[in-house]
Nanobody
Framework: QVQLVESGGGLVQSGGSLRLSCAAS????????RGWYRQAPGNQRELVAEITSGGSTNYADSVKGRFTISRDNTKNTVYLQMNSLKPEDTAVYYC????????????????WGKGTLVTVAS
């Protein structure tokens, strides 16, 4: 099927930067929207940023101007560049792939990665 694997998380000081990557693999023909979500302890999972197949982007208000989402369709990979990190950005970050069409002809499927932990120390 389809697997999503995130990487790039870790511990960073407040004001620092990290770049997350999420590579999709498997029997993929195409992917629609890609998104990054995060979930802090005791909180619900929330949208951080999303990007359409055409490159249009949308960000949560809390990250606008600090985070940038991008994608490389040739590598089925989505990135999240995170700058000026704050302690409140600490969370497990998950990537999502929507409207996936597989080479077996399945369409409309969504997939999640297992997450990568980002910890921002004050």
């Amino acid at each position: 099927q389809v697997q999503l694997v995130e990487s790039g998380g870790g511990l960073v000081q407040s004001g620092g930067s990290l770049r997350l990557s999420c590579a999709a693999s498997g029997r993929i023909f195409s992917i629609g929207n890609r998104g990054w979500y995060r979930q802090a302890p005791g909180n619900q999972r929330e949208l951080v940023a999303e990007i359409t197949s055409g490159g249009s982007t949308n960000y949560a208000d809390s990250v606008k101007g600090r985070f940038t989402i991008s994608r490389d369709n040739t590598k089925n990979t989505v990135y999240l560049q995170m700058n000026s990190l704050k302690p409140e950005d600490t969370a497990v970050y998950y990537c999502k792939a929507e409207d996936v069409i597989t080479t077996l002809g399945y369409y409309g499927m969504s997939y999640w990665g297992k997450g990568t932990l980002v910890t921002v120390a004050s």
